[in-house]
């Protein structure tokens, strides 16, 4: 069976400040690892992937993430906050290349200016 | 280029009445998914489908159907609708091993 957990149900950071929305995982065999980020009233919107390959992963609008496979975890960083960052993000996990795709319960990130 | 087109954006129903949601893609991608969105819950999985004719249960299938008869689009149907059906439901699409490109979501309210 497949599992995220996002411990986290808000993150609050002030804008400048680094910031990190934290994602576990549970799958049998290679996972392939997504973050999502929703504004209100929106769908949700791709930010970046981990398949194969550096266990850093560079994304949109200057996010990252690190994929632990130790740890089970792919928590998603960026240096220095914006305001226009806060909105809800969400962790998802597919097993393989195929199977179907399991969303975390999601982490509303607020910046403070 | 659309992408990901969900109708009707917003409705309203009985209990007890039925409705089809429809979900459009225009990238030519194989799977197609049905979720729920609910205040603390997350995206949960209704039903997804892994090509044209084929369908599977999701997380939280119960109460719901799906058809995927042409590859662009993956009807969500319910048949007999309750209050406890009252969701943000949206529609996304991906390649194999793709990442996933949602529509922008349909509001239901069932009374």
């Known amino acids: 069976a497949q599992s995220v957990a996002q411990p986290e149900d808000q993150v609050n950071v002030a804008e400048g400040n680094p910031l990190t929305v934290k994602c576990t995982y549970s799958?049998?065999?290679?996972?392939?690892l997504f973050w999502y980020v929703q504004y209100p009233n929106r769908g949700l919107q791709f930010l970046l992937k981990?398949?194969?390959?550096?266990?850093l992963v560079k994304g949109s609008y200057g996010f990252e993430a690190e994929f632990n496979k130790s740890q089970t975890s792919f928590h998603l960083k960026k240096p220095s906050a914006l305001v226009s960052d806060s909105a809800l993000y969400f962790c998802?996990?597919?097993?393989?290349?195929?199977?179907?795709?399991?969303f975390g319960s999601g982490t509303r990130l607020l910046v403070r200016p | 280029n659309a992408g990901v087109t969900q109708t009707p954006k917003f409705r309203v129903l009985k209990t007890g009445q039925s409705m089809t949601l429809l979900c459009a893609q225009d990238?030519?991608?194989?799977?197609m998914y049905w979720y729920r969105q609910d205040p603390g819950m997350g995206l949960r999985l209704i039903h997804y489908s892994v090509g044209e004719g084929t369908t599977a249960k999701g997380e939280v299938p119960d109460g719901y159907n799906v058809s995927r008869l042409k590859k662009q689009n993956f009807l969500l149907g319910l048949e007999s609708a309750a209050p406890s059906q009252t969701s943000v439901y949206f529609c996304a699409s991906s390649r194999t091993g793709g990442e996933a490109f949602f529509g922008q979501g349909t509001r239901l309210t069932v009374v």
């Open positions: 981990y398949i194969t390959g550096d266990n």
């Open positions: 990238m030519n991608h194989e799977y």
């Open positions: 998802a996990v597919r097993k393989d290349s195929s199977y179907k795709l399991i």
């Open positions: 799958v049998s065999g290679n996972p392939y």
